[in-house]
């Protein structure tokens, strides 16, 4: 397993929860560690994203609502849920690869995220 995810759930709308991921691959030089998610019947989406050196990038949807924050030294990302609306609803994914080397990328299994109205 390269990546591993916890934290998903049930939640009110309104409500947070807070995702966690470890990375258990090597990777040198800088990366970027990241949340994607996927509702049914459509496309796997870039939630936000942290490198290394901590440049950050958030979906417009989510901007004000998630933060994603990452423990260098164990490769661990991390993405707080606030405010939570039904439509975040998804599976979520996390996400590791180098910058300069496309091959190097990884995924989680996946946690399901369910917000209910």
């Known amino acids: 397993v390269q990546l591993q995810a916890f934290g998903g759930g049930l939640v009110q709308a309104g409500g947070f929860l807070r995702l966690s991921c470890a990375a258990f691959?090597?990777?040198?030089?800088?990366?970027?560690m990241g949340w994607y998610r996927q509702a049914p019947g459509m496309q796997r989406e870039l939630v936000a994203s942290?490198?290394?050196?901590?440049?950050?990038n958030y979906a417009d949807s989510v901007k004000g609502r998630f933060t994603i924050s990452r423990v260098n030294a164990h490769d661990t990302v991390y993405l707080q849920m606030n405010s939570l609306k039904p439509e975040d609803t998804a599976v979520y994914y996390c996400?590791?690869?180098?910058?300069?080397?496309?091959?190097?990328?990884?995924w989680g299994q996946g946690t399901l995220v369910t917000v209910s109205s």
């Open positions: 996400n590791i690869k180098a910058i300069h080397d496309s091959r190097i990328d990884y």
């Open positions: 691959v090597d990777i040198s030089g800088n990366n970027v």
């Open positions: 942290i490198t290394r050196f901590g440049a950050i």
